[in-house]
């Protein structure tokens, strides 16, 4: 079930199914059993992620994260985990199949235009997208082309390191394609990141400039905010 | 050029190009992104206080810089290695 590229393993009631969606099952199952452990255990590891994800994010977008933070953080839990699962021996990743990556950024491409219509209401949303109306074909254009090639950056990462891992070990087994399967294991974990900057980039572009907040002495504040002293523990 | 079979005619070719344009490929966006770099480090050198800022940004232009060194990849290995024309002739 490990091959290159993705072969049909069985199919149900008549629709093939291919090891990629098998090996998302599988990852699927091993998340959810890992989030529950881990939160019974030691929740304070849940926190610190939730926590990274919430930085991230809401530097990005110069905004408070929380209408944005599910969509986000669950991207980049799913797509960290998917490009390394396939490091395991009999598992295969789910994004070295060109649907998965396709299905990812189509959910980013309705997410821009969600939040957007949601947040600012649709003739605002619609205005603001096409505000000089003569930039309005290079601003469709630009949304496909964006969504294009957020999924073929992801898919062309995780393919090509499979294929290189592939020739090297037909060439020289054993201990050779190691240090190239560590390669793909950052690289992975780095086109997560990336997938999730880019998708809250393009979300706060199709957003309004967010409200400035007024300190106490009325001076305006950054967000984030910036400490000018120490945090006393 | 002798008369050849298509299917050599197009393995020929097919080698030929993807020699070139991986290299091409490959200088390309390593130049470009070094001088990104240079001016990244060059800002963080003048304002030390950005330095997060500024990393995060580079990050983001570099992975957008990479993925068309990427493109160029993904279509010669597809082409080395599941080379969809050679079905036509055969």
Do not use: C
Not at chain 1, 55 to 79: E, N
């Amino acid at each position: 079930m490990d091959q290159v590229f993705p072969e049909v393993v069985f199919t149900i009631l008549g629709i093939p199914v291919r090891d990629t969606v098998v090996s998302t099952w599988i990852m699927m199952a091993i998340i959810i059993a890992l989030a529950v452990v881990i939160g019974r255990r030691r929740p304070m590891g849940l926190e610190m992620l939730v926590d990274f994800l919430d930085d991230l994010i809401s530097g990005i977008m110069s905004r408070p994260a929380d209408h944005f933070l599910p969509l986000l953080g669950s991207l980049a839990i799913f797509i960290g985990v998917a490009n390394i699962i396939g490091l395991v021996p009999l598992l295969s990743s789910p994004t070295k199949d060109i649907n998965t990556p396709i299905a990812l950024s189509i959910v980013v491409f309705f997410s821009v235009h969600y939040f957007g219509v949601r947040l600012m209401g649709f003739w605002e949303y619609l205005r603001n997208l096409a505000s000089p109306i003569f930039l309005l074909p290079l601003e469709i254009i630009s949304q496909i082309s964006r969504t294009i090639s957020l999924s073929i950056r992801l898919f062309g990462n995780v393919l090509s390191a499979e294929i290189i891992v592939a020739i090297i070990f037909a060439l020289a087994p054993l201990f050779v394609p190691l240090p190239l399967e560590g390669l793909s294991l950052f690289t992975g974990v780095l086109q997560a990141y990336i997938f999730t900057a880019l998708a809250a980039v393009y979300i706060s572009t199709g957003l309004n400039e967010p409200e400035e907040i007024v300190d106490n002495e009325g001076e305006e504040e950054t967000y984030p905010p910036v400490n000018n002293q120490t945090e006393t523990i | 050029m002798a008369e050849m079979d298509p299917g050599t005619l197009i393995t020929l070719v097919t080698i030929f190009i993807a020699g070139i344009g991986m290299v091409v490929g490959a200088i390309t966006p390593a130049i470009v992104e070094g001088k990104a770099v240079e001016k990244a480090l060059e800002s963080i050198a003048r304002q030390p206080d950005s330095a997060g800022d500024i990393r995060t940004t580079l990050l983001i232009a570099m992975a957008l810089l990479e993925s068309t060194a990427i493109y160029v990849l993904l279509v010669i290995l597809i082409l080395l290695f599941a080379n969809p024309l050679l079905d036509r002739f055969f």
